[in-house]
């Protein structure tokens, strides 16, 4: 089992920056992906970016150039670090953690934390 604590989220300016930290407890090192995802009102909840534990990532077209993710294995810490944010910015971010087996085929596990409120409005 794994338990997963945002924090870093707050109000900021359209152009200004944040970082948004995700801590995971428990079975840290059963972990193989991380991810962050967001839900803004009204809306679905959206990929934005993800990391594997080798530290392969993948983010979402709308934030390249502006957000990059990170993660420290040893600390079961995962980091969205962002740019240039943007009104539109503005959701709950989601801290997501995510175990398969040796060959990728099956879910063994997936983990979301309770999310940090990000708001980007001047």
């Known amino acids: 089992q794994v338990q997963l604590v945002e924090s870093g989220g707050g109000l900021v300016q359209p152009g200004g920056s944040l970082r948004l930290s995700c801590a995971a407890s428990?079975?840290?090192?059963?972990?193989?992906?991380m991810g962050w995802y967001r839900q803004a009102p009204g809306k679905e909840r959206e990929f934005v970016a993800t990391?594997?534990?080798?530290?392969?990532?993948n983010h979402a077209d709308f934030v390249k150039g502006r957000f990059t993710i990170s993660r420290d294995n040893a600390k079961g810490m995962a980091y969205l670090q962002m740019n240039s944010l943007k009104p539109e910015d503005t959701a709950v971010y989601y801290c997501?953690?995510?175990?398969?087996?040796?060959?990728?085929?099956?879910?063994?596990?997936?983990?979301w934390g309770q999310g940090t409120q990000v708001t980007v409005s001047s």
């Open positions: 428990g079975d840290i090192f059963s972990i193989d992906a």
């Open positions: 997501n953690a995510q175990e398969f087996n040796d060959d990728y085929n099956d879910l063994l596990g997936d983990y």
């Open positions: 990391i594997t534990k080798g530290g392969s990532t």
